[in-house]
């Protein structure tokens, strides 16, 4: 192991030249590729933040007891999808609409007598905000006799499931391309270093060497290029989100965990192009 470990780090300094353009390319790939994920990493958050908007209101009929109006929270506070719930008046409901909608201000003073019902307002915990949740909350809650009606805003929580399953759909897909071309490219220039090595892994082979024992160091290498790589690229991420987050909007970085996660994974790719691209040399000879 000692002797592997040696000969990986050797090639550092047997060919600069060509470790540096390794680094540059897995840095370059890995760059573009967390470029994207904090791109979409934050249009999830966006999706998140309107996700949170998302409650269901049963507007009490106006001969609804106060006892009914508790019971019906009482119960609704029980469902497992719910987070909270809470009582709004008539005078709640008509204080708020003038605070609103400041402008009908004279149209409220005219009024004779409060036309807006009292209501529960029922918010949802994460993980219970798609359309086919609320609409189940929405329809259990329908079922009491003393509920006039239930509103969700339907139209656009659907819109918001059909752009939460568009971004998935995008992230994967999309994410899934920049992926493969980072490992091609890191593939392809990690080529370049075994046929600068050819003559050398040729002689291994004619005294005997096993596979696993001549690809050790290449992978070893790869693995600490592909962490290398992932550093470099980090650097350059980290700068690139504070000159926009300070001239244009703040937004969200990644997570210690998934930054160390990022790393790691450089190192793996790393690891794994250098093995696929030995596989082929030791394949031919």
């Given at each position: 192991m000692k002797?592997?470990?040696r000969e990986?780090?050797f090639?550092?300094r ?5 470790t540096a353009l ?6 370059f790939a ?11 990493l934050n ?7 309107v ?9 009490l009929k106006?001969a609804?007891e106060?006892g009914?109006?508790a019971?019906l929270?009482?119960?609704v ?5 719910v987070?909270?719930?809470a ?7 008509l204080a708020?609409?003038?605070q ?7 149209l409220?003073?005219d009024l004779?007598s409060?036309?807006?019902?009292a209501?529960?307002?029922?918010a949802l915990?994460?993980?219970f905000?798609?359309?086919d949740?609320v609409?189940?909350?929405a ?5 009491f ?5 239930v509103k969700y ?5 659907q ?9 998935l ?13 980072a490992?091609?490219?890191i593939g392809?220039?990690?080529n370049?270093?075994?046929l600068a090595?050819?003559e050398?892994?040729a002689?291994?082979?004619m005294?005997?060497?096993?596979p ?6 290449f992978?070893?290498e ?6 290398i790589?992932?550093?470099?690229a980090l650097?350059?991420l980290?700068a690139?989100?504070s ?5 244009v ?14 790393v ?5 790719l790393?690891?794994i192009a250098?093995?696929?691209s ?7 000879w």
């Amino acid at each position: 192991m000692k002797y592997t470990t040696r000969e990986a780090f050797f090639a550092f300094r047997r060919a600069p030249i060509l470790t540096a353009l390794s680094i540059v390319t897995i840095a370059f790939a890995l760059y573009t590729l967390s470029v994207f994920g904090l791109v979409w990493l934050n249009i999830e958050r966006v999706l998140e933040d309107v996700e949170e908007r998302v409650e269901v209101i049963a507007y009490l009929k106006d001969a609804t007891e106060p006892g009914e109006g508790a019971a019906l929270m009482r119960e609704v506070a029980a469902y497992p999808e719910v987070a909270s719930v809470a009582y709004v008046s008539r005078d709640d409901a008509l204080a708020r609409a003038r605070q609103d909608l400041g402008e009908y201000n004279e149209l409220y003073a005219d009024l004779e007598s409060n036309p807006l019902p009292a209501s529960v307002e029922i918010a949802l915990r994460p993980g219970f905000r798609r359309g086919d949740q609320v609409r189940e909350v929405a329809s259990r809650v329908m079922r009491f006799a003393f509920v006039e009606e239930v509103k969700y805003g339907e139209d656009w929580v659907q819109k918001l499931d059909f752009v939460q399953g568009l971004s998935l759909f995008l992230g994967l897909v999309v994410g899934g391309i920049f992926a493969g071309v980072a490992f091609i490219s890191i593939g392809a220039t990690i080529n370049l270093v075994l046929l600068a090595r050819e003559e050398e892994i040729a002689i291994m082979k004619m005294v005997g060497a096993t596979p696993i024992f001549i690809a050790q160091p290449f992978v070893i290498e790869g693995f600490a290029k592909g962490v290398i790589g992932a550093l470099v690229a980090l650097v350059l991420l980290t700068a690139t989100f504070s000159i926009i987050e300070s001239r244009v909007v703040t937004l969200e970085f990644y997570t210690p965990a998934q930054i160390v996660g990022g790393v790691v994974a450089g190192g793996i790719l790393g690891a794994i192009a250098s093995l696929a691209s030995l596989r082929r040399h030791l394949q031919r000879w």
